[in-house]
């Protein structure tokens, strides 16, 4: 895939009709429970595209919408493990 393909594709992955795509609840879980593999070096698609429209985003989301779901839960999951984490210290 060329540059200007992979743009292509992250613009009509960011602008598509939430409508005409799922995700169940029980992916999502599964996704946050596993977490997702970015590139661990430099990822082309990641500078042309953006940290959050990658194709290492779009292969695991099929709309913006549950990556920002995804992004949220992550915190929500980060401050329920460090309180969890400060509660047992404090025991």
């Known amino acids: ?6 743009k292509d594709i992250a613009e009509r992955w960011q602008l598509r009709n939430i409508d005409e795509v799922s995700m169940s609840e029980g992916e999502l879980i599964d996704v946050l429970a596993t977490g997702i593999t970015q590139c661990e070096s430099f990822c082309k698609s990641r500078y042309l595209c953006g940290d959050d429209s990658c194709r290492c985003i779009r ?10 779901e995804y992004q949220k839960l992550c ?17």
């Open 1 to 6: 895939m060329n540059d200007k393909q992979d």
């Open 75 to 91: 915190e929500l999951k980060d401050k329920v493990v460090a309180y969890v984490t400060l509660h047992q210290i404090g025991e």
């Open 59 to 68: 292969s695991v989301f099929p709309h913006p919408a549950y990556y920002a």
